[in-house]
């Protein structure tokens, strides 16, 4: 199946036959679907918190010692998808045809002024005409315009002010010295992105961040890292041979968000707060962004101070009151049910072997028709409950009680984490030890117009953080304003 200058392909990627292998092996075999216990709910498995827990929450994020914070906020890949729509419509446009009102390009070329991207200079007064829409859309993607088609979120325009238009990595360091700033005055930040936008981030920032260093009288630490070569998975055909490209090289696909694991266990602060790229608002909406990543991080460190104290007291005096109240905490708090142990021993160490692991608080809003992964409780195959972060591809359409249980789900992720990185000792966690290799994805894409299957590793929220202390939180509506689309900047969260 593979040749000497496959074997060399391989590893000269930083990979291995031995990786490669078990990769198609996945393909062949598919991944298990997970085993619903049912969704969380206010009823159990989401925390929402009244007023008085809210302040008690930030008082302690406040309070609260802890070894460096720290921003993380995945920007990798072009925007491309942002804005499939607008090529699909300047493909019609150019092919002669005209574009209905109300769908997208023709949405965005009458709104063209209210986009935080628009000068006179580059689109002129909006007209009610195919040629402005073309001339609009051929601006906005092509490189003789903005080039917006190809570069990354992260640079793009997103919001408009009175002295400033930011892009959406700005407003993400406007965000940092709101409510991520360490003792000495630093915000650090790590951002993920492809190395062929490393230039366009650098300039990005640098445009800005000298100037709001004196205005919010912080210093800003910022690093970058690429998604590792060595992580990408290897494409199939639908039979499940090895995808191979014209020149008989093999394919090799990036493999998703869950590589970023690789990433993430690099940072040596102890709380870091995850945000996707797209996820900022306009600076109206920070006192509700600010407040709800406080509480995060409070819970979270609310959640660690109690796990470490368990954990202290068992190395003290491992007494069966205490296993009992270990026991009641997982089960009340983070619905962990354990299985029946055969002794005290095995019971101890079933115990501490579920508090002593990394910790996330995700933040969960009502289901009001946004897209995202869903919060449920599963059944995991050490016999335990806990709850996770699940994708719709990942329940088992042909189970009726997993269905239901989707039917029954009240709120989704947005991708809101807050997360615990070191252990009651001081040490860092080894984050690649706590993920579930069998939550990966397997997904139909296409290359050159050739189908392929492409493997996607276990999510960073989801499979790859399958093994942590997890506590799930009701956060507003308002804390969750992602751009998925171009048109959706005419929300009034992005609006001035």
Known sequence: MFSQNDIQQIEGRGSTLRDVKHQIECFKSGFPWMKIVGPATPDRGIMVLGESEVKEAVAYYEKADVDGKSKFVPASGAASRMFKDMFSGLSKLEAGEDLADGTPGSVLAAHIKQFAFYTPEMFGEPEDSAAYRKATLSKLLREDGLAYGSKPKGVLKFHRYPDEVRTSIAEHLVEAQEYMRNADGTCNLTIT????????????????????????????????????????????????????????????????????????????????????????????????????????????????????GYLRALDEN????????????????????????????????????????????????????????????????????????????????????????????????????????????????????????????????????????????????????????????????????????VNDLLRPAHQQ
């Open 193 to 308: 992105i492809s190395p062929e936008h490393q230039s366009l981030f650098e300039q990005a920032i640098a445009e800005v961040k000298p100037a709001y260093e004196k205005r919010y009288n912080v210093k800003y630490n910022i690093s970058f890292t690429f998604q590792d070569k060595a992580t990408d998975t290897v494409a199939v055909d639908p039979s499940n041979k090895p995808f191979r490209k014209a020149d008989g090289s093999l394919l090799f696909r990036p493999a998703g968000h869950g590589a970023l694991i690789h990433n993430l266990n690099k940072v040596e602060d102890e709380l870091v707060s995850i945000k996707n790229i797209d996820n900022v608002a306009h600076e109206k909406l920070m006192p509700a962004t600010a407040l709800y990543k406080k509480v995060l991080m409070g819970k979270a460190l609310m959640l660690r101070d109690r796990i470490f």
């Open 318 to 485: 491992p007494s069966a009151q205490l296993l009992n109240e270990i026991e009641n905490f997982l089960d009340k708090t983070l619905c962990v049910q354990m299985p029946l142990a055969h002794n005290a021993r095995e019971r101890e160490e079933m115990l501490r072997a579920k508090l002593n692991r990394p910790i996330r608080v995700c933040g969960m809003v009502r289901n009001e028709g946004e897209p995202g992964g869903g919060p449920y409780i599963i059944a995991g195959k050490d016999g335990c409950t806990s709850l996770q972060i699940l994708e719709s591809v990942q329940i088992n359409p042909a189970d009726e009680g997993a269905m239901a249980s989707m039917k029954r789900a009240t709120h989704f992720n947005p991708v809101d984490l807050v997360c615990c990185l070191k252990d009651y000792k001081g040490g860092k966690f080894n984050l690649l030890e706590h993920v579930d290799p069998q939550a990966g994805f397997i997904s139909s894409k296409s290359f050159e117009g050739r189908e392929l299957k492409a493997l996607e590793l276990p999510g960073l929220w989801n499979g790859a953080m399958s093994d942590w202390n997890t506590l799930f939180v009701e956060v507003p509506i308002e804390t969750f304003n992602p751009v998925k689309v």
